[in-house]
């Protein structure tokens, strides 16, 4: 917490407002929208109602088929499924470890064979870095299919000078604990389109119809942010920006130390933006050293240093068995060997120089052993 949450909360408390309306939500809309900015915002309960009512506004249903990064937590896919719809994976590049260009053309041309194109396409900014979305959206135009940003992980991150998130028809942010930045629980849908930001604030709130009874004449649900939430999100807001470079000065100092080690390999920054290294990445070459992921998970586990595999891809889940997937190259997935060799290490923007200390000494120390 940045100290200024309290202020926000209080006004919400002082004035009564201990509910899914008031100030707070309108402000933290409005200060969001011109932090990255579109003309409009929606605070939702989580990213993941926020992804889903991107599905929804794009009229996403049953049979539609809807392309999505592999690469992600489950929470990018799950709203297709709500909407009875069907995922088909999409692999990485390995320069950013986002949605390959290539592997997505590859999937329009196949469902442009069998006479059916997806009804949008879900893009994830992993780790706090855009995909490379000029590329991404020319194929998409080129096929008219809508773009959903989830940009869960890359609030504070920039493409091409525009704010992470933007660029897409739809774009989403989450503000849960693990974030940049957090309300507990909580997310924001993002547009340029006024209209369809209202019927996302009709959908979140029930549908209810414009009337003094109780009237309902579509499917609603409780999706919207309290205003006791949206309180702690304008304080971290104003944050934001040290807490993007606190996340990238922690990486700075892993990188640092630790890539003159053999066979570490930081996920790299690609050049047409900045990331905000929400989570600092690396694999490690098994073709250059005998070190395994799991070993140094091992290690971190036993010295009660929290590390984490990079993310399972989400065509090699059980739930999603039955998917198609879409390779970067004939040479083999790139998601399967980040998955494989992939670390996230302890990352959080309030880690001290000592904490990041132990987490260096320890990796060292494997790398040493063997
Ligand atoms: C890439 C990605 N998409 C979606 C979500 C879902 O956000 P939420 O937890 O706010 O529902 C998350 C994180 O939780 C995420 O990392």
Redesign the pocket.
């Given at each position: 917490m940045s100290g200024f949450e309290q202020d926000y909360i209080k006004e919400a408390f002082d004035t009564n407002w201990i509910a899914p309306i008031g100030k707070n939500i309108d402000y933290f809309e409005q200060e969001i929208s011109q932090f990255v900015g579109t003309r409009g915002a929606v605070a939702l309960s989580?990213?993941?109602a926020a992804?889903h009512l991107a599905l929804k506004l794009l009229n996403v249903g049953r049979g539609d088929l809807v392309f999505c990064s592999s690469l992600?937590?489950v929470?990018?896919a799950n709203p297709i499924l709500y909407q009875g719809a069907e995922p088909v994976f999409i692999d990485s590049e390995p320069i950013t470890w986002n949605l390959s260009p290539q592997a997505l053309e590859q999937a329009f041309h196949y469902f442009e064979k069998e006479g059916k194109l997806p009804k949008a396409v879900i893009v994830?900014n992993l780790y706090g870095q855009s995909a490379d979305m000029s590329k991404i959206l020319d194929i998409c135009n080129h096929y008219n299919v809508p773009v959903i940003e989830?940009a869960?992980?890359s609030l504070g991150a920039t493409y091409k000078g525009k704010a992470s998130g933007t660029l897409g028809k739809y774009g989403i942010y989450?503000?849960?604990g693990n974030k940049i930045i957090t309300t507990s629980?909580g997310?924001m849908l993002v547009s340029e389109d006024i209209e369809a930001l209202e019927r996302v604030r009709y959908w979140a709130t029930q549908a209810r119809d414009p009337a003094r009874y109780y009237q309902h004449s579509r499917i609603g649900f409780n999706y919207r942010l309290s205003n006791v939430l949206a309180g702690i999100g304008r304080g971290q807001l104003r944050v934001i920006n040290e807490r993007v470079n606190a996340r990238r000065n922690v990486f700075d100092i892993y990188n640092n130390e630790l890539s003159s080690l053999d066979g570490i390999e930081f996920m790299s920054e690609a050049a047409f933006g900045r990331s905000s290294r929400w989570l600092t990445a690396l694999t490690i070459n098994p073709k250059k050293t005998s070190v395994k992921a799991e070993q140094v998970l091992d290690a971190l586990e036993s010295e009660n240093i929290e590390g984490r595999p990079v993310w399972k891809p989400l065509h090699l889940q059980p739930l999603f068995k039955k998917n198609l997937y879409f390779p970067h190259s004939p040479e083999g997935s790139v998601s399967d060997q980040l998955f494989q060799s992939g670390i996230c290490l302890p990352s959080g923007s309030n880690l001290t120089v000592e904490e990041i200390s132990r987490v260096v000494d320890c990796i060292k120390e494997v790398f040493h052993e063997c």
């Amino acid at each position: 917490m940045s100290g200024f949450e309290q202020d926000y909360i209080k006004e919400a408390f002082d004035t009564n407002w201990i509910a899914p309306i008031g100030k707070n939500i309108d402000y933290f809309e409005q200060e969001i929208s011109q932090f990255v900015g579109t003309r409009g915002a929606v605070a939702l309960s989580s990213g993941t109602a926020a992804i889903h009512l991107a599905l929804k506004l794009l009229n996403v249903g049953r049979g539609d088929l809807v392309f999505c990064s592999s690469l992600t937590f489950v929470a990018s896919a799950n709203p297709i499924l709500y909407q009875g719809a069907e995922p088909v994976f999409i692999d990485s590049e390995p320069i950013t470890w986002n949605l390959s260009p290539q592997a997505l053309e590859q999937a329009f041309h196949y469902f442009e064979k069998e006479g059916k194109l997806p009804k949008a396409v879900i893009v994830v900014n992993l780790y706090g870095q855009s995909a490379d979305m000029s590329k991404i959206l020319d194929i998409c135009n080129h096929y008219n299919v809508p773009v959903i940003e989830d940009a869960a992980e890359s609030l504070g991150a920039t493409y091409k000078g525009k704010a992470s998130g933007t660029l897409g028809k739809y774009g989403i942010y989450s503000f849960n604990g693990n974030k940049i930045i957090t309300t507990s629980g909580g997310g924001m849908l993002v547009s340029e389109d006024i209209e369809a930001l209202e019927r996302v604030r009709y959908w979140a709130t029930q549908a209810r119809d414009p009337a003094r009874y109780y009237q309902h004449s579509r499917i609603g649900f409780n999706y919207r942010l309290s205003n006791v939430l949206a309180g702690i999100g304008r304080g971290q807001l104003r944050v934001i920006n040290e807490r993007v470079n606190a996340r990238r000065n922690v990486f700075d100092i892993y990188n640092n130390e630790l890539s003159s080690l053999d066979g570490i390999e930081f996920m790299s920054e690609a050049a047409f933006g900045r990331s905000s290294r929400w989570l600092t990445a690396l694999t490690i070459n098994p073709k250059k050293t005998s070190v395994k992921a799991e070993q140094v998970l091992d290690a971190l586990e036993s010295e009660n240093i929290e590390g984490r595999p990079v993310w399972k891809p989400l065509h090699l889940q059980p739930l999603f068995k039955k998917n198609l997937y879409f390779p970067h190259s004939p040479e083999g997935s790139v998601s399967d060997q980040l998955f494989q060799s992939g670390i996230c290490l302890p990352s959080g923007s309030n880690l001290t120089v000592e904490e990041i200390s132990r987490v260096v000494d320890c990796i060292k120390e494997v790398f040493h052993e063997c």
